[in-house]
T-cell receptor
């Protein structure tokens, strides 16, 4: 597809279970971001990947959260031993980073809504 | 300190009127970019407008313009001729540093409701 694709769109899980959320960025976009948005709130930065550089993990809220990006494309966000406060919409975005300028705006997926019971 | 501050809790505007959504930012980096995004109730994030710190003129995109006051560190979004479809949440965001090689930090957002 032409846009950022996220799956699943909805996930309901029980407290203590692990979940994996997937993001397929726009082809050719070298930067990939994960954000979390609780109901009616702003976007909380989680992690940022850029090419082969070490990811910026400064936003991950605890060691239960981790993310990988394989082959510079698809990314998986993993939440281990989920807690009720993890319930939120997890948004993935990608952008094109060039040396020639440009705004580098983020293109967002539709999000994965996680509900932890 | 918050990087991006959006303090208006909710805004109302009459259809066809103009509205200004406030955003202030905090950075010591001379090079940065400012973004506005719209999020309707469907949840998608829609990029509206961008302003670079070295841009000489205020950015404009159709009915959207950015009132960039560098000394005051404000980047207010102006929507002219409001339409019912403008009802949404609006987020201001900043990227620090030159180029497009870092994360965007978002404000908490402002809810805009357009009245017919």
């Amino acid at each position: 597809g032409a846009g950022v694709s996220q799956s699943p769109s909805n996930k309901v899980t029980e407290k203590g279970k692990d979940v994996e959320l997937r993001c397929d960025p726009i082809s050719g976009h070298t930067a990939l971001y994960w954000y979390r948005q609780s109901l009616g709130q702003g976007l909380e930065f989680l992690i940022y990947f850029q090419g082969n550089s070490a990811p910026d993990k400064s936003g991950l809220p605890s060691d239960r959260f981790s993310a990988e990006r394989t082959g510079g494309s698809v990314s998986t966000l993993t939440i281990q031993r989920t807690q009720q406060e993890d319930s939120a919409v997890y948004l993935c975005a990608s952008s094109l980073v060039t040396s020639g300028g440009g705004t580098g705006e983020l293109f967002f997926g539709e999000g994965s809504r996680l509900t932890v019971l | 300190a918050q990087k991006i501050t959006q303090t208006q809790p909710g805004m109302f505007v009459q259809e066809k009127e103009a509205v200004t959504l406030d955003c202030t930012y905090d950075t010591s980096d001379p090079s940065y970019g400012l973004f506005w995004y719209k999020q309707p109730s469907s949840g998608e994030m829609i990029f509206l407008i961008y302003q670079g710190s070295y841009d000489q003129q205020n950015a404009t995109e159709g009915r959207y313009s950015l009132n960039f006051q560098k000394a005051r560190k404000s980047a207010n979004l102006v929507i002219s001729a409001s339409q019912l479809g403008d009802s949404a949440m609006y987020f201001c965001a900043m990227r620090e540093g030159a180029g497009a090689n870092s994360k965007l930090t978002f404000g908490k957002g402002i809810t805009l409701s357009v009245r017919p």
